[in-house]
């Protein structure tokens, strides 16, 4: 499904496989039409031969930069890598055909590569979208690992011991080819480990990686997904704690184990934070209180201390507050955004004028 008006050599391809989602395709298709930059191509790989996905990819048809591939289901890293090879762009983008970009997403990853043309590799941060509630969540994905911004992520190489310390960019980066290829792309992981984090713990210790302050990712949850289902929630959990712990092993530094323990506690911090909160929404104070306490001996700070005692204190309050602090979180975070969209156009503007 290509034509002659396809860009022949594209800054950014994204690599979309899709298996079971067919529902939600269209709606990333769209992000990636939206981008107020066109240089791009998208590779959709039907991963399980679905007549539904070549319905939807025909429609786009007029389009030459979006192109389909079809293959028996290799899974989702067979998936990805089949992307991968059939993508033409300078840089790789793995994009989730459940999962958006927001509108500036190419744009702002050119600004960073035309102002450092050495940088291999670009991660940013997303947003979490509620799809029942049609509502931003409050937490973005860099603060649900702990991240503290430092505006050196984005003026300096990320260092290995700032992603064992959790400085794990968004999945949806952009990752020049011969840095991909490097790092082995998502091919030959381990099957207990998350091969979106995996790539950047290599790409860190082998090429230049920057982090830019900016929510270009829009990451959906739905009923069935990742974040709604505990069981998989456990089972990504574990996966990226193993991912951590054998690139600390491997490189058998004792600093590197005692910032990888540090990780893990605060990625058991916020497991255990969200256990007690859905505990409490379900009616379940007897286990929020346990799941709060647990939170607390993990980080035993002011924001886990204060839910304990709230806990103890009145959870039904904590049940009525929680829509409230869903909807302020909710609307700082499109404040932030507007914010950095601002930010972004006037630096494009300044340099265009000292050009």
């Not at 890293?77 to 190419?106: C, Q, W």
């Not at 346990?290 to 201390?305: I, T």
Request: contains cysteine; glycine residues 6%.
């Amino acid at each position: 499904m290509t034509n002659s008006a396809s860009v022949s050599v594209p800054l950014v391809s994204f690599l979309t496989t899709v298996y079971g989602t067919e529902d939600y395709l269209p709606a990333t298709i769209e992000s990636v039409l939206a981008q107020t930059s066109p240089d791009w191509e998208m590779v959709v790989v039907d991963n399980g031969m679905s007549p539904a996905v070549v319905e939807i990819v025909s429609r786009y048809a007029h389009d030459g930069r979006i192109r389909l591939i079809r293959q028996e289901n290799r899974g989702y890293r067979g998936g990805v890598t089949a992307a991968a090879e059939a993508a033409t762009g300078r840089y790789l983008s793995v994009l989730d055909s459940d999962d958006k970009i927001m509108p500036s997403f190419v744009s702002a990853m050119a600004d960073v590569i035309a102002a450092e043309p050495g940088v291999d590799a670009v991660g940013c941060d997303a947003v979490q979208f509620d799809d029942a509630e049609q509502a931003h969540l409050p937490s973005g994905y860099l603060a649900s690992l702990g991240v503290q911004w430092q505006p050196r992520y984005a003026s300096q190489p990320l260092t290995l011991s700032d992603a064992l310390a959790g400085v794990i960019p968004y999945y949806t980066g952009i990752v020049r080819r011969d840095a991909w290829q490097q790092a082995g792309g998502y091919a030959g992981h381990d099957s207990d480990v998350d091969e979106s984090v995996v790539i950047w713990l290599r790409l860190v210790q082998l090429c230049d990686v920057r982090l830019i302050d900016a929510p270009l990712g829009w990451y959906r949850i739905r009923g069935n997904s990742l974040s709604r289902d505990p069981a998989k929630v456990e089972a990504f959990e574990q996966a990226l704690i193993a991912a951590f712990s054998r690139t600390a092993e491997s490189t058998a530094s004792a600093r590197d184990r005692v910032l990888v323990e540090g990780t893990v506690a605060r990625l058991r911090y916020h497991q255990e934070l969200r256990r007690a909160r859905w505990a409490l929404l379900d009616g379940d104070t007897r286990s929020a209180r346990r799941h709060a306490r647990l939170a607390f001996a993990h980080n035993p700070g002011l924001r886990p201390g204060l839910v304990v005692a709230s806990l103890a204190i009145s959870p039904a309050l904590l049940q009525r507050l929680h829509p409230h602090k869903q909807r302020a979180a909710a609307a700082w975070l499109r404040v932030r955004e507007r914010w950095a969209a601002r930010r972004r156009k006037t630096g494009r503007r300044s340099a265009s004028a000292i050009g």
